[in-house]
């Protein structure tokens, strides 16, 4: 870059220079705009004739050397290296813009670690994460930044999490709890043992994330690209029509004139100022959304998410907060501890929230036996043999299917029920209640505002928890009792309401919703600190579980396609204004050059305006 300024304004003296020596002996003021042009655009010449050679004739480096040979051929040695100079100007005013977002993004995403420190015997040895497996020990110092995930053994602190989440307010830490690369550990000493390698850890998947996001590109983007295609050699004809008919065709008129007029032609076509600014206002976007912990996988992503239409919300760690609370254990045979501690063991392998509140509950209380086998059936429930015996803990549907619920069971009381069965043997039931989630009301309402015409929820729970939600958080609809295929099911039903442009999008915990976070328009994972697989499925990935990112993120998918469409208009109506009046003789070269890098300049300057994240 400073080597940059540094040519920019070597060349501009000798331009000067060239301007205002004396007129008469011609040479000197050519030699001196030559020298001026050749510190400022050999590069371009180069990369020209570079790419001819190579089959790639239009591009701007074509234009841009093109027009400036011409002119000094017409004896506009000013204008040449006017066109030149600004030209270059306008490059790297682009790359400070370029530069500028990504180190935005980078800071965020400045949550590569260098090394790691392992524990060897007493000893603490520095390495590369790349060389710390799942149950090597590390050490965390205040300050540091946690390298890999893991669970802490020994020490309590304060992390701050708010590059994975946007989140500013510090999380506690202690011992037995896990931990997540990208934290940046504030107080205490934590000793750490390793649970993932270094590529698997939470770091790594989301530093490959962001880099990966620029890739898939939006309908936008696609369309700048196919349109400087044909646009770029479309223009080049049209100038050298323009040079060479009308001095042919019409008595009096001096080809001089006419190849100037096409010359400037040139300088309007270079298509610059759209091709860079459009992606940069979706990578602005792109960023920004990361700055309040969003993840967008894609500028196509961010173009969905602006149309959002429908929004269709799992339940379990979702809508709720996925920590169940057990509010009574019924069972048949009077032995609830019995029940209790066969249910937990049951779902000792599970990673359900149902599963691990009631494991929590029943540490403690009631030692539970490490079952044989566990097999998870999504939807419903577990079914384990535990003793030899065949333990099945789940919903009624699940108890419905294997006969296993007596005749005059009485109907579920409120909240979700997980019933608990022994070798086809009717045990009881736990009933257990999950709570909405702070602002997740709003977080709807908010929706609703942003122009969101349905909001949906879908649930494997009963009925009558599906109403009490939905009726709470005002949602339009409620459907229950959907087993994942059940939920893929109704997210195509859903689809078919949509009109025009609309999308519809699916917010999930990644518990039983991979299925359908891939079906749905957009998908959108909740919580990435948890779940892998949410994270891989996913289109956007809302850091923390805080609802209220996604409105906020559909307006900001907004703004940057209103910047990126605001920038299209811009520069065309520009473009085509100067290739009429160029056309026409009014405008000169220097004309042509401030209005193309002018245009540049503006639209690179709105599309940094994506990048600010709205509140
Ligand atoms: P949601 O659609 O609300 O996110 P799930 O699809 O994860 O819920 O589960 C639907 C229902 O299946 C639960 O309400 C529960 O009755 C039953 N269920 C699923 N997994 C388990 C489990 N591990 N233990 C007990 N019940 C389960
Ligand atoms: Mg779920």
């Known amino acids: 870059m400073k080597k940059n300024l540094w040519r920019i304004g070597v060349s501009a003296a000798f331009f000067l220079a060239g301007i205002f020596v004396p007129a008469d002996p011609h040479w000197l003021s050519l030699l001196l705009e030559l020298t001026a042009y050749a510190v400022i655009g050999w590069d371009v010449v180069w990369k020209a004739l570079r790419n001819i050679v190579r089959g790639q004739v239009f591009d701007e480096n074509f234009l841009m050397a093109l027009a400036s040979i011409g002119a ?38 400045d949550i590569r670690p260098d090394t790691a420190t392992r ?21 965390v110092r205040p300050g540091e930044r946690v390298p890999l995930d893991g669970v802490v053994e020994k020490g309590t602190s304060l992390l701050d999490t708010s590059a994975l989440t946007g989140e500013s307010v510090p999380r506690t830490v202690e011992e037995g709890q896990e931990i997540l690369s990208g934290c940046v550990n504030q107080t205490g000493v934590l000793t ?18 962001v880099e990966n996001a620029s890739e898939k590109k939006s309908k936008r983007e696609a369309f700048i690209t196919r349109f400087a295609a044909v646009y770029t050699p479309i223009v080049v004809i049209a100038a050298v029509l323009l040079a060479a008919v009308p001095p042919l065709l019409v008595p009096g008129q001096l ?34 959304a990361s700055r309040m912990g969003v993840l967008v996988k894609g500028g196509n992503y961010l173009e969905a998410l602006s149309h959002a239409q429908i929004a269709v919300f799992d339940k379990t760690g979702t809508l709720t907060r996925g920590v169940f609370a057990v509010q009574q254990i019924t069972a048949v045979n009077g032995q609830e501890n019995r029940l209790l501690a066969l249910a937990a063991s049951a779902e000792s392998r599970s990673t359900h929230p149902i599963a691990q509140s009631l494991q929590a509950y029943a540490a403690g209380r009631s030692p539970a036996p490490a079952p044989d086998t566990v097999e998870e059936i999504a939807g419903r429930g577990v079914c384990a043999v535990i003793g030899g015996k065949t333990v099945r803990v789940g919903s009624r549907a699940m108890m419905e299917e294997n006969g296993l619920l007596p005749e005059h069971a009485p109907e579920d009381p409120s909240g979700t029920v997980v019933h608990v069965a022994e070798d086809g043997q009717y045990l009881g039931w736990i009933q257990i209640r999950d709570q909405t989630k702070d602002g997740a009301k709003d977080a ?16 494997g729970d009963n009925e009558r928890t599906a ?20 939920k893929v099911r109704q997210v195509e039903a859903l689809l078919q309401e949509k009109r025009g442009n609309g999308t519809l999008l699916f917010v999930g915990d990644g518990m039983n919703d991979a299925p359908v976070l891939a079906r749905a328009d957009v998908g959108i994972a909740m919580g990435a600190l948890g779940s892998d697989a949410a994270i891989e499925a996913a289109d956007v990935v809302l850091m923390n579980d805080d609802l209220s990112r996604l409105p906020r993120a559909i307006r900001l998918a907004r703004r940057t396609l209103r910047i990126a469409n605001q920038n299209i208009v811009f520069a065309l109506a520009v473009k085509v204004a100067v290739l009429v009046l160029s056309a026409l003789g009014l405008a000169n070269m220097w004309f042509a050059v401030f209005a193309d890098v002018g245009v540049a300049v503006l639209a690179i300057c709105n599309a940094l305006r994506a990048l600010r994240a709205p509140t």
């Open 72 to 109: 000094f051929f017409v004896g506009e040695y000013s204008e040449a290296v006017a066109v030149m100079l600004f030209y270059q100007v306008g490059e790297l005013f682009q790359h400070y813009a370029v530069e500028k977002s990504r180190r935005s993004i980078g800071e965020l995403m």
């Open 444 to 459: 709807m309402a908010a929706l609703k505002r942003t122009g969101v015409e349905k909001t949906v929820m879908l649930t």
């Open 192 to 209: 750490v043992r390793v649970t993932k390698e270094f590529g698997e850890s939470t770091v790594s998947r989301i530093l490959d994330l």
């Open 255 to 288: 080809f001089g004139d006419w190849l100037y007029r096409a010359l400037t032609f040139l300088v309007v076509s270079c298509p610059c100022a759209l091709v860079i600014s459009v992606p940069l206002s979706f990578f602005g976007g792109i960023g920004g």
């Open 119 to 139: 524990l060897q015997g007493d000893e603490a040895v520095a390495v590369d994460p790349f060389e710390v497996h799942p149950g090597d020990r590390i050490l």
């Open 467 to 486: 109403r009490e939600v939905a009726g709470e958080l005002g949602l339009d609809a409620a459907y229950a009792q959907l087993l994942p295929d059940g």
